[in-house]
């Protein structure tokens, strides 16, 4: 199957600071990528969809300018959580859509921001 | 408007026993429906999809799904459990057009007593 990386698993940063996550289809092209964020033994929830070469398109009550999306190429996208703050800490998933409209999934990047 | 509906939030059975996650859906189009597997502490895995070919779909480690369009149903099924299925499970929609829209399910914990 389609393998999706992440980069990097789990990272730990100082409040102000900001942390880049990249995610990378490993073996297919992806022109739609998705960023979640997924609190403890709760669902996924969508922050936002990226599309390779254009902007990224946000759901409500994600803030595009702490959560900068960049999807350069059709194998790589980032998320960049700018001036992180402790409620920032939490497992950031990414995916890349298939052909049919299924997603393959990263292994996901624990934030803590202390 | 898309909504997505897991009826359990956990379910336990005996290994041997047969399983049964509950999904039921709404959509204004002809969706297609996924079911994905998170194990603890790592990426969600494609178990299968729906995108509407075949009304009764087979997927990985012998779970398959049915479509029930009368029902606005997508329950997963699998015949026998085994202790490695113990995993946390997300049922998907996403409108016609792949993925422009997706919703996911709040999951359902299943959890497999040997």
């Known amino acids: 199957g389609a393998v999706v990386s992440q980069h990097p698993s789990r990272v730990i940063c100082k409040s102000g600071t900001s942390v880049k996550i990249e995610c990378r289809s490993l073996d297919f092209q992806a022109t739609t990528m998705f960023w979640y964020r997924q609190f403890p033994k709760k669902s996924l929830m969508l922050m936002a969809t990226s599309n390779e070469g254009s902007k990224a398109t946000y759901e409500q009550g994600v803030e595009k300018d702490k959560f900068l999306i960049n999807h350069a190429s059709l194998t790589l996208s980032t998320l960049t959580v700018t001036s992180a703050h402790p409620e920032d800490s939490s497992f950031y998933i990414c995916?890349?859509?298939?052909?049919?409209?299924?997603?393959?999934f990263g292994p996901g990047t624990r934030l803590t921001v202390t | 408007a898309q909504s997505v509906t897991q009826l359990d939030s956990h379910v336990s059975v005996s290994e041997g026993t047969p399983v049964l996650l509950r999904c039921n859906y709404s959509s204004s189009y002809s969706p297609s429906l996924f079911w994905y597997v998170q194990h603890p502490n790592k990426g969600l895995q494609l178990l299968l999809k729906y995108t509407s070919a075949a009304t009764l779909v087979k997927g990985i480690n012998g779970f398959e799904a049915e479509f029930k369009k009368s029902e606005t149903s997508f329950h997963l099924t699998k015949p026998s459990a085994h202790m490695s299925d113990a995993a946390e499970y997300f049922c998907?929609?996403?409108?016609?057009?792949?993925?422009?829209?997706?919703?996911f399910g709040t999951g359902t914990k299943l959890q497999v007593i040997p």
């Open positions: 998907v929609v996403t409108n016609s057009g792949g993925y422009q829209k997706v919703t």
């Open positions: 995916s890349a859509a298939g052909l049919a409209g299924e997603q393959y």
